[in-house]
């Protein structure tokens, strides 16, 4: 890689070693953009005012799922790959990744001709392994998460010559994942703030970089989930432990870049940390109000706009949903939790007499209030009630909260014990 160090763009405290680094890969990405960038996608960013009224700012989406790959990472992979030398190329790369960055480096290579080789955790999603190897990349399921199957790309790197390209803690990786706050504030620039998901870092170092050198006084917020707290750590000098199952696994790193972290210290006004089921609640509302789809790490923006309103309200707020990579069972689980929890959706266990007429009873009154039975599980045998009463579970759905309670009081109006068996 042989790039030119010409910027006179403001960078953070670092090393003079990285500092020129870090300028060369601005120039770099600043050419390859004048030549079309590869053809990856001006991704839209849109206003949302249901969101934003919810909210109480003034709410701007940076639509990245709508990228080929689904995800804002081909910015980076694309950025790196082009400034790899021919002889580079010839060697081929290897990379690690939870999805996205695999997809970026799959595809780049793919239309560079050039050999790839991804590993990527157990557990990864299979929508992002199949997306991977359609690409064209040779996939390997290797380590119980992103630091273990880094691990072994970069010996699997070393051992073969291949070039490792790293999907956050390169110059050229955050100069291109840095595009994405030049369009935002091409688009929009009197925004106040803009509001990255973390997990390596790349996003928020390299976007954070550029927006600083198009608008300096411009705020930059992290978030991260409550479960991968690595550089909040780092940030706000605690302890928290880091590691279990979080929908935002994009963003699920236990180690952030050296790189990066250097630059996100310094860079970074505030970094914010969200819960599982506020990440649940704004993948939820992207589907439900702005009819986007998220994967997880693509909702922790909305979800810490969402927790800290009184930190954005009245502010003109740029976020990025950064992918959407997402399981469709994980999917479909999600959505019918949210169901549950508005209440359009419960289960009710009905004690019965055992006499014929007691189900088909149970079902008219149900339709009469406006219902519709949607699962019903009759148990008489697996019971401790008296041989002459049974009871079932019936899964329903109502408009609303409100809806299911008249259903409720209509089935005890009849003379049936009726309790919630669950959401």
């Excluded at 002459?388 to 299911?404: F, N, P």
């Amino acid at each position: 890689m042989s790039l030119t160090a010409r910027s006179t763009a403001p960078l953070p405290d670092c090393p003079p070693q990285e500092a020129t680094a870090l300028s060369a890969a601005f120039d770099h990405v600043d050419t390859l953009r004048r030549d079309g960038f590869g053809g990856i996608l001006r991704a839209p960013m849109i206003a949302s005012p249901v969101l934003s009224a919810s909210a109480g700012c003034e709410l701007w989406v940076k639509l990245e799922n709508l990228q080929v790959t689904g995800s804002f990472k081909e910015r980076g992979a694309f950025a790196r790959m082009a400034a790899l030398s021919a002889d580079e190329r010839r060697r081929g790369v290897v990379a690690a990744s939870a999805g996205n960055h695999a997809q970026g480096v799959a595809r780049s290579a793919g239309a560079m001709g050039i050999a790839a080789r991804i590993y990527m955790p157990v557990g990864t999603p299979t929508v992002k392994v199949n997306a991977t190897r359609a690409l064209g990349a040779e996939v390997e399921l290797a380590g119980d998460d992103f630091d273990a199957a880094k691990a072994l790309a970069v010996a699997a790197a070393e051992t073969s010559g291949a070039v490792f390209i790293h999907p956050f803690d390169d110059p050229v990786v955050l100069a291109g994942q840095g595009t994405v706050a030049m369009e935002m504030l091409e688009d929009q620039p009197d925004l106040d703030v803009l509001v990255f998901p973390v997990g390596g870092g790349g996003l928020a170092a390299g976007a954070g970089l550029a927006a600083r050198r198009i608008k300096p006084d411009i705020e930059l917020v992290g978030v991260q989930s409550d479960l991968f707290p690595a550089f909040a750590n780092l940030f706000h000098d605690t302890d928290r432990p880091v590691g279990g199952f979080t929908l935002a696994e994009g963003i699920a790193v236990r180690q952030p870049g050296e790189l990066t972290s250097a630059i996100l210290k310094s860079l970074l006004d505030d970094v914010l940390l969200v819960d599982e089921r506020q990440i649940e609640h704004a993948l939820n509302l992207f589907i439900a109000q702005m009819r986007v789809l998220p994967e997880g790490a693509g909702a922790v923006g909305l979800a810490a706009v969402l927790a800290h309103k009184q930190r954005f309200a009245g502010k003109k707020v740029g976020l990025v949903l950064s992918g959407g990579n997402v399981d469709t069972r994980l999917l479909s689980s999600l959505l019918l939790r949210d169901l549950a929890r508005s209440r359009r959706l419960a289960r009710f266990r009905i004690e019965l007499v055992d006499i014929p007429g007691q189900l088909s009873g149970v079902s008219e009154i149900i339709s009469e209030a406006g219902g519709n039975v949607t699962d019903v599980a009759y148990h008489k045998t697996f019971s401790d009630l008296p041989a002459k009463v049974t009871y079932i579970d019936i899964s329903l759905e109502a408009q609303d909260g409100a809806h299911m309670d008249r259903i409720q009081a209509a089935l005890q109006a009849a003379g049936f014990r009726v309790e919630l068996a669950g959401y």
